[in-house]
């Protein structure tokens, strides 16, 4: 069983000067200390973090880092996303070679996080920005997980706010994927304690039908202040996805070119919802599934990001947030795919498991 949730725990950095790049690279080394990183790799974190920081500080424009652990069956690692909107790298290629850098773009550094990270991954347009994941792993991902689905996250919380009110949670077991998003009503410690108690029955309810996890879900919600929710259950042998929204959780399937919508019915889950429904939507393993709570516009649309749909869902994630996120709620983006992604280079020095 594949298993990540959260609520609350990715780190956002905004990096626009130099104290910020030391400062992602304390967090980096304080996150990689917390799943017990040799000394090694809680070097390489702090490498890859100061890289990325520094390049953002040089080169671009609102940049920003997000740090968190993930998971891959018994496997912990960290996480490091960075992104920006400055002018984008030309010729991505050229740049990721060790020694090489863009003039007007973050090329410096990127051969160094190649050669440490695990897994790396890069997705820019120009003019329209750039977007970097690398992780570092406690042992080697074994390839059975490297090719099986993937969770790609970003979260942050409102704007003067310390935590975040949403929460996620995903599962693979088998042929099976559960991915929910939940979004704690209002902002805060409350929000993010409604959202919590949320999540918490949907791991301890997994294997029930999708209307039994809310319905429970429901009842463990009513001394909270109520949530928001998006359940998705993918049975990738029957092709098949299941869903189940209350409230203003957005849910879409896009594949070959095209984006189709979930339904979610009206309701505060804990306080009022009525007859809890089911629907159901055609899956393929070239799909993507993305859910975003209310704190992401939902006029977005992948097409125009030539590219990106083959990249690291956290690529896609990271992407959806920076030119969609409203900027004034807690937002949160979660994207579902198969995680064979294309290399870049030729000669292929890059390993692709994202």
């Not at 949670?169 to 929910?180: I, K, V």
């Not at 979004?183 to 918490?200: F, K, M, N, R, T």
């Not at 995680?339 to 020095?349: I, M, N, Q, W």
Request: charged share 20%.
């Amino acid at each position: 069983m594949l298993r990540e949730d959260a609520a609350g725990d990715q780190v956002q950095i905004p990096v626009g000067e130099s104290t910020r790049v030391a400062e992602a690279r304390r967090k980096a080394v304080e996150l990689a200390g917390r799943i017990g990183l040799d000394e090694t790799k809680t070097g390489a974190c702090a490498v890859i973090a100061s890289e990325m920081g520094t390049n953002l500080v040089k080169h671009a424009t609102d940049g920003e880092m997000f740090l968190r652990h993930v998971t891959q069956g018994a496997m912990r690692g960290i996480e490091l996303v960075a992104i920006d909107r400055g002018p984008g790298i030309a010729n991505v290629n050229h740049a990721l070679k060790d020694g090489m850098s863009t003039a007007g773009s973050s090329g410096n550094g990127l051969g160094a996080m190649v050669r440490m990270a695990a897994e790396f991954d890069i997705h820019s347009l120009p003019g329209r920005g750039t977007s970097l994941v690398a992780r570092i792993w406690n042992g080697a991902v074994p390839a059975r997980l490297a090719s099986g689905m993937k969770t790609g996250v970003i979260q942050t919380a409102k704007p003067g706010e310390t935590v975040s009110g949403d929460a996620w949670h995903s599962e693979c077991t088998g042929n099976r994927t559960l991915c929910a998003v939940v979004d704690g009503l209002g902002h805060g410690a409350l929000a993010a304690q409604a959202a919590q108690v949320a999540v918490e029955t949907l791991r301890t309810h997994a294997g029930a039908p999708l209307t039994e996890q809310v319905d429970l879900a429901h009842r463990a919600l009513r001394p909270t202040r109520g949530v928001a929710l998006g359940i998705a259950e993918i049975l990738h042998d029957q092709e098949l996805v299941k869903f189940v929204g209350i409230g203003n959780i957005m849910a879409s399937i896009w594949q070959a070119g095209s984006t189709r919508s979930m339904v979610s019915q009206n309701g505060i889950l804990g306080h009022q919802i009525r007859r809890v429904m089911e629907f159901h939507y055609p899956w393929s393993e070239s799909a993507i599934l993305v859910m975003c709570s209310d704190g992401i516009n939902t006029h977005w649309d992948l097409n125009p990001y030539t590219g990106l749909t083959a990249r690291d869902p956290s690529l896609i994630a990271a992407t959806l947030y920076r030119d969609f996120s409203r900027g004034r709620d807690d937002a949160t983006v979660v994207i579902l795919k198969r995680s064979k992604v294309e290399g870049y280079l030729e000669d292929s020095h890059l390993t692709r498991r994202g």
